[in-house]
Nanobody, 122 residues
Framework: QVQLVESGGGLVQPGGSLRLSCTVS????????LGWHRQAPGKQRDLVAT???????NYADSVRGRFFISRDNAKNTVYLQMNNLQPEDTAVYYC????????????????WGQGTQVTVSS
């Protein structure tokens, strides 16, 4: 079964940066598509970024130009570099495995890690 372990969260001031990591086991990492989601208190879990097995990336409008997703297949790890963080980025961040429907909608596999808390505050 797939296991996902997120790390790298913390408390950062507005304008700061963090890099999240997610190590994945139990699957053939290199042939899978990966995504980062986030969930703020009282809100639904939203998609932040995806990266395909071939390296194609997509971002939510709210983070495009500030966040960057990447993957290291040798380490079975997906990263999320977050720059110019703002208070509205405060959330628990999760990674997952998934794919796209014929209509292009991202669909998570349903397996989630424990998440990593990101708090942006002065």
């Amino acid at each position: 079964q797939v296991q996902l372990v997120e790390s790298g969260g913390g408390l950062v001031q507005p304008g700061g940066s963090l890099r999240l990591s997610c190590t994945v086991s139990g699957i053939a990492f290199s042939i899978n598509n990966l995504g980062w989601h986030r969930q703020a208190p009282g809100k639904q879990r939203d998609l932040v970024a995806t990266i395909s097995s071939g390296g194609r990336v997509n971002y939510a409008d709210s983070v495009r130009g500030r966040f960057f997703i990447s993957r290291d297949n040798a380490k079975n790890t997906v990263y999320l570099q977050m720059n110019n963080l703002q208070p509205e980025d405060t959330a628990v961040y999760y990674c997952t495995v998934g794919g796209w429907t014929n209509g292009g909608d991202w669909t998570p596999s349903g397996s989630w890690g424990q998440g990593t808390q990101v708090t942006v505050s002065s």
